[in-house]
């Protein structure tokens, strides 16, 4: 079970999860990508498959594994296969739902005032 905490060192969660997914394209696109399909259920090749062709495959990887850390993603696994949904824990639902809607450029400007 996933316990969110709503600050951390006097930062905002929100805040703190804006500054770890913006950081780079791969964990912005996956973001977005589970905004778009908020109920799905997705193999890591169906995802890999899915996200823009100039993200490498290790990166993609490394981003769906700390978003799983962070409680973003849930990851179950059925014979041999990994499958990541997003998180039911609504109060970190809602906000990836909220961050989700940003594009790049509005994520750097965000960036700046967090």
Known sequence: MVTVRTRRRGHSYAGQLMRKLIRDRCSLALLR???????GRFSKLAIINAIDYHIERPDIERALAQMVEEGILTLTVEN???FYTLTRNEPVRQIVMDLGEFGWRYWQLILEYV
């Not at 990508?33 to 109920?39: D, G, M």
């Open 80 to 82: 041999s296969i990994s």
């Open 33 to 39: 990508f589970f905004v778009a399909h908020p109920n």
